[in-house]
């Protein structure tokens, strides 16, 4: 006679089985039954088995007949009912909030932006439960709020200086009581970096990096299918990086470090020195291209910083394919010559090419990864499998 204890560890087991099967479609479909079984290395009974309580329960869909292309005989393959659950994502930046709407698989429905009309605590979750409601009917089923600060394991925002926040700020309980509905805050950096992980560049590589430049110098990191977190990744320690020792100092004090050098800031100040006017960053770009040759000295020297920012983050990790944004990323548009070139310059001839994906400049994108936090949140329990 089986325990009572053992028939419970057993039901645990599927269920824990029947998640990953729900995680991995949700990643990758849709999916012939064929490849998802494979890939969670089941048989085809044991996929179908763990299945059918998703499909009944409207968690999994069939779509259309296809042909499976590994056994060539027609199947129905499984999808994640993607439009049953609706989340809304907040990017935060120190003028702005910007928030999307989406369904399981950040697909986006619907945007907005507001003013912020200060940045006290209280005015950013203001702000952020306006845009809730503007966008969605009703509570969604979770919230995701990004911004550019160092945020601790428990969702507290330890610091934001664009904010003006020094001390620990729980933004999600203040959130959650404006809007109830669960809220998931991070660094917009590693927001985005998990969103990509599941639902961009991962969805074909599990291994990659991030580096965005702008405002600041970002970097996230997926290795082996798992993103990369430690409590020190949303102090993007990658911007204090030494590229150049006889280059300019960032305002912490480092001499040449890549947030010295690729920030917009930085690079507006080196093009007022160069031309001795004041410029802006569409400009400075524009006049690059027409043929100044001072804007052109300093796109392409901060491109090629950025090729060695690369090569040094290819280099120590692995990786080959390098995704590029912000909004400072058409420097890497411009300047693809240098960029290229210094990637060579600082990578062994034999290894294997660095690829690049430029993703144009939206706050919304970053939205979208904040978003696919509260995705992320939602779905990495089995409770996501008999959620209303």
């Known amino acids: 006679m089986t325990a009572p204890e053992d028939v419970e560890d057993v039901a645990l087991g599927a269920l824990d089985s029947a998640h990953q099967v729900a995680l991995h479609v949700l990643r990758f479909g849709p999916l012939p039954r064929g490849a998802v079984a494979r890939a969670m290395g089941l048989s085809?009974?044991?996929?179908?088995?763990l299945s059918k309580p998703l499909i009944d329960g409207g968690l999994l869909v069939e779509t259309e007949p296809v042909t499976d292309p590994a056994t060539r005989r027609p199947t129905r393959p499984l999808d994640v009912a993607v439009a049953a659950h609706r989340f809304v994502g907040v990017d935060v930046t120190g003028t702005d909030a910007w928030a999307v709407l989406t369904d399981l698989r950040v697909n986006v429905s619907a945007s907005a932006r507001v003013t912020l009309e200060g940045t006290t605590p209280a005015h950013i979750a203001d702000a952020v439960a306006w845009l809730v409601a503007e966008l969605a009917d009703?509570?969604?089923?979770?919230?995701?709020v990004a911004l550019g600060g160092h945020v601790d394991a428990a969702g507290r925002v330890v610091h934001a200086d664009f904010l003006g926040w020094r001390t620990p700020v729980d933004l999600g309980g203040l959130v959650a009581?404006?809007?109830?509905?669960?809220?998931?805050?991070g660094n917009d950096l590693a927001c985005l970096t998990r969103a990509e992980h599941w639902f961009g560049l991962g969805r074909e590589h599990p291994s990659f990096a991030v580096l965005t430049v702008g405002a600041g110098v970002g970097y996230g990191l997926v290795l082996g299918d798992r993103a990369v977190q430690t409590p020190d990744t949303s102090l993007q320690l990658l911007g204090h990086l030494s590229l150049d020792r006889s280059g300019p100092r960032c305002p912490e004090g480092h001499r040449g470090c890549a947030s010295a050098l690729l920030t917009t800031t930085a690079l507006l100040t080196a093009a007022h020195l160069a031309t001795g006017t004041p410029t802006t960053w569409p400009q400075l770009l524009a006049d690059a291209v027409d043929g100044d040759v001072r804007a052109r000295r300093v796109l392409d020297d901060a491109a090629g910083h950025l090729g060695q920012l690369v090569a040094v983050v290819a280099g120590t990790t692995g990786v080959t394919q390098v995704l590029l944004g912000g909004e400072g990323v058409?420097?890497?548009?411009v300047g693809h010559d240098s960029l290229r070139a210094a990637i060579d310059e600082h990578r062994d001839a034999r290894a294997q090419q660095v690829e690049l994906t430029v993703r144009d400049h939206d706050f919304h994108v970053w939205a979208r990864g904040a978003a696919g936090a509260a995705v992320h949140d939602f779905t990495s329990s089995p409770r996501w499998l008999t959620a209303p």
Do not use: H, N
């Open 44 to 49: 085809a009974g044991s996929l179908t088995r």
């Open 138 to 144: 009703g509570p969604p089923v979770g919230i995701g």
């Open 177 to 185: 009581e404006r809007t109830g509905a669960p809220v998931v805050v």
């Open 330 to 333: 058409d420097l890497a548009v």
